[in-house]
């Protein structure tokens, strides 16, 4: 066995055992860890990129692939071109990012113009409408850099269920490869309609705030993960909560935000063993409840 890394404080099996989910509308495997990049978008300090530099090498090292940012995080796209062209790495990383521009298909052309800039690549893996912003006017002109080859696939985000009903709405009506959402133990109700309609659908689904933005390692405090997650490879609460949320038949990976390199050690962990059954998955939900 290739051992390249350390999680939760033991050695895990090198990236060809990670487990992958495939996308339905490519057969494109992904692996089930990503990276989310929310707090990338620091200033041009070393003292302040070092750490996000070595996280991602560390990422990178450990067969994570798949990097979401936005323009709305701050510099967290210009941060990351940055790092990506220091380590020489653009070609192995699945790279999405959005667009949020309410007013018309220009100005999202202008704005993936300028991703493609900051990020330093001529192709972006997956373009997603932020949150549906302008999503109207936006998704045709993806679509039109998607048959160009600038784009691969396209899809929309969300994190709040007060958008639901309306991105219930475009799920139906718009072809699209990819949603990204939010669902975690603490925050189920994607489950209710929105991962069932993406299964129907054959659309691939990114889960973020599986760790409900990190409140939800307070609620468990300092108690340890129970025996009977272990069977399912959960050495650490992270993997516990990763491994639920990625363990939902319509999801295909996760992208935890991580800036610490422990983090991503202990994230990636979760890429291995197998994922919990429905069963288990019940058991993790009862035992959250129970909290
Ligand atoms: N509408 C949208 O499109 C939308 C909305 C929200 C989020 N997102 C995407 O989803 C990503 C994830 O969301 P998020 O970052 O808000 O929430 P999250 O992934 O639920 O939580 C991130 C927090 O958990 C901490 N953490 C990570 N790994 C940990 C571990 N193993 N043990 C203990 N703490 C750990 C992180 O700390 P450190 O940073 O210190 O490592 C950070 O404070 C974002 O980065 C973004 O890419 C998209």
Redesign the pocket.
Known sequence: MVLAGFGAGKAVAGPEHMIRKAMPSSGEELPIVGL????YGVDTSAEARAPLKAALRRFHELGGTVV???PMYRTSESVLGDLIADLGIRDDLFLAT?ADKPDGGAATAAQMEESMRRLKTDMIDLMQV??LIGWREALPVMREWKQEGRVRYIGI???RSSQYGDFETVMREEDLDFV?LNYSLEQREAADRLLPLAEDRGIAVMI???????RI?KQVGDQPVPDWAREFGCE?W?QFLLKYAIGHPAATLS??????LH?VD??LGASHGRLPTAEERQRQEAFFDGL
């Open positions: 989310g990049t929310n707090r979401d940012t936005a959005k932020h949150n985000t969300t994190s990204q973020n705030r599986a760790f409900g933005g990190g390692f650490s992270a992208i935890p935000g991580m800036t610490k983090h202990d994230n």
